[in-house]
């Protein structure tokens, strides 16, 4: 359905409860949301698949194709008995992702009339792997106890530390079963995002079939509708009134479907289509959707056409026909020496080697540092304190004959000293909240991850506006502008180590409280935030706003705004000192729409962006400063 309204990117959080009955909570867009935030490379990536798609479709569409099979491997990450869900149910969900995606469902009889011609055998297969990584014989499960109680859609799951970490994307599909919080049955990632997160997670009271999850989810159709987002499918409304999910064979629908929608039902969008309820990517129950259609069947073939972003998995070998390595790996390995900035990774020597491939890196990343040597040992250099890493080591046994790497060892770095002085303490509510000066810059840590920081300033003047800069962050923090009683007026949650800002342009005095916390359990025992609070009888901004939540660039806070935009669209950038930037405009295609160039001054700067001659529908927008950049989808109306 390519419409003109296309899809607003946004974070996604569906009630999980109406009137007593049980909603499908699905938090694949929250996921997309923050990469956005977090990875720069993201929305270019997301983009250049979406053209390679939309080139695919225009040329392949109704092909014979022969049958893919994706090697899936499943972690099941367990805190008590219930979660371990047994191999009975994980093999009971490998068969139900065959029958959807074969269109071998024993209810594909029930798709009406209007669709049954679009119904589609996607063609695509899935077998539990046989075959791990290093060439091994494996049941395609693993099994991994957590001291986690339950998991978000921060992906702390897919990591050594909480869960178990992805086997290669390019060979596997990866899914994990852990127990979400917030009502969500599952999330996938897109295609084009990170390795180390690549796969699927299905909470485990809705992993299998009937004998096994939980009704009305009882039918495996969470993990249908996960590996399809995983396949690149939107969800059928597109995330917006009236949205896209590009796919010129799904009627448009103007929101989500839940429960199990009378039939025919239709669409208050355009046309008054009938809505395509019964279909995977709708919100329905499992015993309502039934079907792909022809269109959603062309965007995940598109992933295996030569160039295509999943290609690498025609080749795995992960279902069987590999050959195991001739050269041993190493054994007897051991992590010695550990200090706050190094330590020394042994191993035993294997009978025939020349040398050895050693490659290690922080927890969480994506990034190896690689080394190589003759003997049995090597220095790890240039760590981060009270932090947790994991090395490799294979076999060199000379004319290309290698091991497979062995499995990760894991170790933690001393604890470092506190590079400052945190003065605040004991500050872990409003209660017992650090009184702070306004227009003065403190230094505070997180040092552990229930760590909370509760500060408290008061303002006397009544035309009084409040600006709140978080930075030089060491983790992973957010903060929230809290008002006299408590309650919450904002929230500033950038990824990563991103400056956080939140303004208030509010008249009235009082006392204020700011919360800072860890997203996802972040700390650093070590290294300092700083803080600062700032008023002024003048509003920080000039669009009338009363609270801001700002995006925070290398000496510059920016903002967006409106959005979706008609004629005008306009970038509020205050910098910090007098620069010049870069404005940049992409179609999801990746055709560079237009561009500007701004020299900003110290201080405010209104940048005016004419999308009057733009067609409608989804762009990007990518602003740099030399030394960073921001990327930001937004819509012309």
Known sequence: MLKKNLLAIALLLCISSVFGQEMRNCGTMEVDARLLTEDPGYALNQAQIEEFTQTYKSSETGATRTVITIPVVVHIVYNNAS??????????QIEILNEDFRKLNSDAGSVPALFSGVAADVEIEFCLASVDPDGNPTTGITRTSTSKTSFSTTDLMKYNTYGHAAWDRDSYLNMWSCDLSSGLLGYAQFPGGPAATDGVVIDYNYFGGPAYAASPFNLGRSATHEVGHWLNLRHIWGDASCGTDYVSDTPTHNTANYGCPN???????????????????????????YMFSDGQKDRMQALFAPGGSRESLLSSEGCGGGVAPTCDVPGSTSTTGITETEATLNWGSVAGSVGYNVRGRQVGTATWTEGYTTGTSINFTGLIADTDYEWQVQTDCGGGDLSAYISSILFTTSGGAATCTDIQEPNSSTGTAGTISTGVTYNALIANSSDVDFYKFTTTSPNTKIRVTMTSLPADYDMQLLNQKGKKKGTSQNGGTSDESIVWNV????????????????YDVADCYELIVEVSNSSWRTDGSELLVERVLDNAIVNIFPNPASNTMQVNYF???????????????????????????????????????????LYIVEISNGKSSYTEKFMVE
């Open 83 to 92: 979660e371990n869900i047994s191999d009975a149910a994980v093999l009971s």
């Open 263 to 289: 039939y025919p039902h239709y669409s208050t969008c355009s046309g008054s289509p009938v809505e395509m309820t019964m279909n995977y990517m709708d919100y329905t129950d499992d015993a309502c959707m």
């Open 575 to 617: 910098s910090v000192q007098e620069t010049e930037i870069t404005l940049n405009v992409y179609d999801l295609l990746g055709n560079q729409v237009q561009t500007l160039h701004s020299q900003v001054v110290q201080g405010e700067n209104l940048i005016k962006v004419d999308v009057n001659t733009m067609a409608a529908g």
């Open 507 to 522: 008249n009235s005095s009082g006392t204020r409280y700011v919360y800072v916390y860890g997203y996802g359990g972040a």
